[in-house]
């Protein structure tokens, strides 16, 4: 880059939302031509900045500057008048009208719109950026990948030069990811300046060119991609060094113990959401479920832990203090989890689902522990070693093992949600996305929990989003598509194309 040209920068930008600071005295320059990442862990602001670039919130302190020139942006109208567009994790656009109609939708016109010579011009930026799509489709026919490329396009038609995408492969495969960054460096070579905001530290070293740091609210510094790795960038994200190994060891005397056979079931509208599962977990050994979000993953698991009715097939445990097989079908969730089959499933809504918000923790504790008939009134000690252990061994961030868990924030109520699970010493232990919205650190020590349980011979299904977390930490990965199975590979032997494209099949078509 001979000629750097500052296509916008901040200078002591702040932000606060009542007494939470989002964003303190942050400097940042975006360069035209370049795509510049935004890094850090859930919380540190990155959001909420590039928000104030866009005109969604209006900074308290600070200056931005377009072109060199000290600018005021109070609402996205602002924004794009200097030629700024963002796309949002959530799209908006309207299912029943063609990606032609969204793009042109609220673009004023002078007569009657001519929706043909309008999708013309479209299909002009399509080309000339890489985009593959139908402009006559509907909204509502689209894969998700293809939502995100009808808002791209959206704001590149109506000339932005700016662009920022928040978190933009947070919901696509590996190939729609290869794609969209195939696209963005088209963009780029057309003079385009690009900011991502992401945590993905493998997508930030393959398609940026500088990385900006954010921590805290507060700006580290800016990097050029060349010359960092994942271990730098993990040290400015969080201040410190931080191993990013997950030791997977080799599962050992594993047995049989949960045997899924032909499982359907169908959701309140009567569509099957689950056809025709078979599947054996092990124990001493981690399972991965992959799949694109929404593709029957949540079902699978309630329907073991028998919150979700079957039409069809069965579902047995081979208890090891018994030696017996039980049919989980005809018990009830209770009698599921004292035979020690524990579901951690980790929602949007994580108070909503499995904590009461104005008991403290050590009571959530109790909640798991003590419906087994102790007096919940004399057995206080027992949760409370339990409840201290796991703000100690997770870095729980709380006054005492005596506040109230709605005072926690997301990311440490999840920490209290998964501990919980893993210390009632379960036989099968299934857990779903357990380190969404956590920070790197806490990520690792769940990952290390989960292989200590594994090596003391639990058998464990989890759910991810992360496929590279998905191929360190597994044995072996489940492929979910549309309800059924399209693949079961061997974690240590399989890439996250092989990945991607199972994601992508039709599920039922390759059982393994």
Do not use: W
Request: charged share 25%.
């Amino acid at each position: 880059m001979a000629n750097i040209v500052p296509a916008i920068e901040l200078k002591g930008i702040s932000k606060h939302f009542g007494s939470v600071m989002a964003n303190k005295n942050v400097d940042l320059t975006v360069n035209k031509g370049e795509i510049l990442a935004i890094l850090g862990e859930n919380g540190s602001g990155k959001t909420t900045l590039m928000n104030m670039i866009s005109g969604i919130y209006y900074p308290d302190e600070g200056q931005i500057f377009i072109d060199g020139k000290e600018v005021t942006i109070r609402s996205p109208k602002d924004a794009f008048d200097y030629k700024i567009g963002m796309i949002h994790q959530h799209f908006k656009l309207i299912d029943v009208f063609t990606a032609a109609e969204n793009i042109v939708l609220g673009i004023e016109e002078k007569g009657r719109y001519d929706i043909k010579k309008a999708t013309a011009e479209i299909q002009k930026t399509c080309d000339k950026f890489g985009f593959v799509i139908d402009l006559n489709k509907k909204i509502y026919e689209m894969s998700v990948s293809e939502k995100q490329t009808v808002e791209i396009i959206k704001v590149l038609y109506r000339g932005a030069d700016i662009l920022i995408l928040d978190e933009p492969t947070a919901v696509l495969t590996p190939q729609e990811i290869t794609k969209l960054f195939a696209v963005l460096k088209n963009m780029r070579e057309h003079g385009k300046s690009i900011v991502i905001i992401t945590h993905k530290l493998n997508e930030v070293l393959e398609v940026s060119d500088r990385v900006s740091v954010l921590r805290k609210g507060e700006y580290i510094g800016t990097i050029n991609t060349a010359e960092a790795d994942a271990n730098s960038l993990t040290q400015m994200m969080v201040g410190k060094k931080v191993t990013l190994n997950i030791d997977r060891t080799e599962p050992e005397n594993s047995v049989d113990r949960l045997k899924v056979e032909g499982i359907n079931c169908r959701n309140r509208e009567g569509q099957f959401v689950l056809h025709d599962i078979s599947f054996t977990a092990k124990s001493g050994e981690i399972l991965g479920i992959a799949g694109i979000s929404g593709s029957g993953q949540r079902e699978l698991l309630e329907a073991i832990a028998g919150l979700q009715k079957l039409d069809s097939g069965d579902i047995f445990y081979m208890d090891p203090e018994t030696g017996k097989t039980e049919d989980l079908r005809n018990k009830t969730p209770m009698q599921i989890r004292q035979l020690g089959v524990r579901l951690s499933f980790v929602p949007e809504d994580r108070l909503g689902m499995g904590l009461v918000g104005n008991m403290d923790i050590i009571d959530n504790m109790m909640l798991r522990s003590y419906r087994k008939g102790h007096s919940a009134f004399l057995e206080r000690k027992e949760p409370k070693n339990l409840a201290e252990r796991i703000i100690k061994d997770l870095e729980v961030i709380t006054p005492d093992a005596h506040t109230p868990v709605r005072r926690l924030s997301g990311g440490n109520v999840q920490k209290v949600l998964v501990g919980r699970e893993i210390a009632s010493s379960p036989t099968v232990l299934m857990v779903a996305y357990p380190v969404r919205g956590l920070d790197i650190n806490s990520s690792y020590t769940i990952y290390n929990l989960l292989n200590e349980q594994k090596k003391s011979g639990v058998s464990i299904i989890f759910v991810g989003e992360d496929l590279d977390v998905l191929i360190e930490l597994c044995d072996r990965i489940m492929v979910i598509s549309s309800g059924g199975i399209s693949g079961i590979v061997d974690a240590r032997t399989t890439t996250k194309e092989e990945l991607g494209i199972l994601m992508t099949t039709s599920g039922g078509e390759k059982n393994g």
